[in-house]
């Protein structure tokens, strides 16, 4: 993301919407759908009309950058007053379900892959389809993945194929290294770059874990070895497994690659002593406190680390598996729905759309240092671009990673999932349970949600 003000955002969505008119498309945000309603039907000569409420709820994220978004939003379209209703995620999915069975949803909730499937069977969501197809939306520029991560079919309990209810504005990942450059210049040793495997990380972090003479920690190689997600799925692509088998109906982490990849993060804390172990609770991030000389994190991780100003640090390639040669990583959306109790759909599309594909998407790119866009010309003419002058100045590498990763997030119920594999990974590596035992808890519990979510959502 450049800041707002930078020459260089101007031309390059100057070339965007060059592009965007080129091919033929309007964005749907520049102007009302033909047969809209709310504000604009019945309007008459130069009558002033109220504009429309619409009722919009997220999960506590960003606040007064939000808010920066709809003031952009409510001043391109005076007709429309937007109603922020702000939850903490821990409250925000019940209470959802709970404002649609009353009829009292808001008219576009932020979504995540977490519940896409449980709120399209239970009717939380409409499909978005026949929007798309009236204003003629090109689903081919957004990133496949994302899309069909969106898509639900009745008699399903996984994501992919059926009726788009959740419209990407991120294609993002649980899984970004990021390293102390700084550290690594001041003890000599050589940066990473796209040549690394697992061995090179555990060579590397080896070297840079120091301790003191009473025998505590000055610093450690890298810090807890899951995700940003608190998950472990890139290891497992990246060693050939799978955490689903392809009918969901089981859990696949007892198979040799999920075995072997929960066994190398458990390692790294306990065996090797080069990664942090979980700390619940933990109040500052240990990579931007400096406690740590690698990390894996979320992408979102980009925002926070803006304000360090001790070091220096860039991201780079996930390490590659030593057998496979894969450095796939994991990937999934974030969107917006409209609510199937929404009293104004029309202008809840012109919202979303205008977020996820018009000149909303431009602003977001301007106001979130984290930015990464389901759009595929945005995400690539402006953000994944390699004339990048503020850190991490290789986000580029990002972008290429996204090309090819993995789609997680895609069966039901992975809100339940999540906590279940937080719960056995770090009692794992707490030392509360062997990786035999936490990974025979992970296969039952997992199954028993999916066996679940197979009666509640088809019988």
Request: charged share 20%; proline share 6%; with cysteine.
């Amino acid at each position: 993301m450049q800041r707002n003000g930078d020459p260089r955002i101007v031309s390059r969505r100057g070339f965007l919407r060059l592009s965007t008119v080129t091919s033929g498309l309007l964005l749907a945000a520049c102007t009302a759908p033909v047969g809209q309603s709310g504000a604009q039907e019945g309007a008459t000569g130069s009558t002033a009309q109220e504009p429309v409420t619409l009722r919009l709820s997220y999960w506590g994220f960003e606040i007064e950058k939000q808010g920066q978004m709809q003031k952009f939003f409510m001043e391109s379209h005076p007709e429309i007053k937007v109603q922020e209703e702000v939850t903490a995620w821990d409250t925000y999915w019940q209470k959802m379900l709970t404002s649609t069975a009353a009829g009292e949803s808001p008219d576009v909730m932020a979504h995540s892959p977490y519940y896409h499937v449980q709120f399209a069977a239970n009717h939380v969501t409409i499909p978005l389809d026949p929007f798309i197809e009236r204003d003629s939306i090109p689903l081919d520029e957004f990133y496949a993945g994302a899309i069909a991560m969106g898509r639900w079919q009745a008699g399903q309990i996984n994501t992919g194929t059926g009726d788009l209810h959740a419209f990407p504005t991120a294609w993002h990942s649980g899984t970004m290294w990021f390293y102390n450059k700084t550290i690594f210049e001041n003890e000599g040793v050589p940066l990473p770059d796209d040549t690394w495997t697992w061995d090179t990380l555990l060579d590397t972090a080896r070297q840079l874990t120091k301790m003191k003479d009473d025998g505590t920690v000055e610093l450690m190689g890298m810090n807890t070895p899951d995700d940003g997600n608190g998950r472990i799925n890139s290891w497992i692509f990246q060693a050939g497994g799978e955490f689903y088998a392809t009918d969901f109906r089981t859990c696949l982490i007892k198979s040799p690659e999920a075995m072997e990849a929960f066994q190398w993060m458990t390692d790294l804390v306990v065996k090797e002593k080069v990664a942090l172990p979980p700390e619940p609770g933990q109040q500052f991030n240990p990579f931007q406190t400096g406690r740590v000389a690698l990390a894996l994190e979320g992408d979102w991780q980009i925002t926070p680390f803006e304000a360090i100003e001790d070091f220096e640090w860039n991201i780079f390639w996930a390490p590659k598996h030593p057998r496979t040669d894969s450095r796939v990583i994991d990937a999934y959306q974030n969107g917006l729905a409209i609510t199937s109790s929404a009293k104004n759909q029309d202008a809840a599309w012109e919202y979303l759309i205008w977020s996820a594909y018009g000149e909303g998407l431009q602003k977001s790119i301007e106001i979130f240092a984290g930015s990464f866009p389901a759009h595929i010309p945005t995400a690539e003419n402006v953000v994944y671009v390699k004339d990048r002058d503020r850190p991490p100045t290789e986000l580029w590498i990002l972008g290429e990673m996204l090309k090819d990763a993995h789609p997680v997030f895609d069966g039901p119920s992975e809100g339940e999932v999540a906590n279940i594999m937080n719960e056995e990974q770090q009692a794992a590596m707490l030392e509360v349970k062997t990786v035999e035992q936490a990974t025979n808890d992970i296969e039952t519990r997992v199954n028993e949600v999916l066996e679940k979510a197979w009666t509640e959502l088809v019988g």
